[in-house]
């Protein structure tokens, strides 16, 4: 079965192996090797902020919220 999500979670925690893609392939496997820092930036570019505390990481895209009130 394929699935697509932008749920970059839903996608960790529920397949055994994923695509990262933009218009081309990124990266595919086990999620711990696919949702990388370095992968995602690749992904999303220098709109995507990484928030790590050494457990888990949070990914931020600020595209959302162009031209508005932080």
């Known amino acids: 079965i394929m699935a697509a999500t932008h749920d970059l979670d839903q996608a960790a925690q529920h397949f055994n192996r994923i695509f990262l893609l933009n218009r081309h392939l990124i990266r ?14 690749i992904a999303y570019g220098g709109r ?11 990914a931020l895209d600020h595209s959302c919220c162009e031209g508005g009130e932080e």
């Not at 595919?28 to 930036?41: H, I, P, Q, S």
């Not at 995507?48 to 949070?58: I, P, Q, T, Y």
């Open 28 to 41: 595919f496997g086990e999620a711990k090797d696919v949702l990388t820092a370095e992968n995602l930036k």
């Open 48 to 58: 995507l902020r990484l928030m790590e505390d050494g457990k888990s990481m949070m």
